[in-house]
């Protein structure tokens, strides 16, 4: 079974950084995109940043200019840097990978919360 553990939330205060990262199992093969959503309280969950495996990049609109997405394909890990955070960012953080065979892998979250 595969396996995504994530990394790097936490609490930090408006305007602050912090880095997620994901690192997929070695059991997850033909991986295609890799990225990263997120969940607030009473919200569903909303794709944050993603990248196919040609590095084509993905941003919801209210990260673009905040938040960078990375990859390293040799070693299966995604992270998510992000900066000049917004209380509204406060959510849980999901890695995704889907394989080229469409199937669908999910971390089991990290908490970003964001303090005004």
């Known amino acids: 079974q595969g396996q995504l553990v994530e990394s790097g939330g936490g609490l930090v205060q408006t305007g602050g950084s912090l880095r997620l990262s994901c690192a997929a199992s070695?059991?997850?093969?033909?991986?295609?995109?890799m990225g990263w959503y997120r969940q607030a309280p009473g919200n569903q969950r909303e794709l944050v940043a993603i990248?196919?495996?040609?590095?084509?990049?993905n941003y919801h609109d209210s990260v673009k200019g905040r938040f960078t997405i990375s990859r390293e394909n040799a070693k299966n890990t995604i992270s998510l840097q992000m900066n000049t955070l917004k209380s509204e960012d406060t959510a849980v953080y999901y890695c995704?990978?889907?394989?080229?065979?469409?199937?669908?892998?999910w971390g089991k979250g990290t908490l970003v919360t964001v303090s005004s």
């Open positions: 995704n990978v889907r394989s080229a065979r469409g199937e669908d892998f």
């Open positions: 070695g059991s997850i093969v033909l991986i295609n995109t």
């Open positions: 990248m196919s495996k040609s590095n084509k990049t």
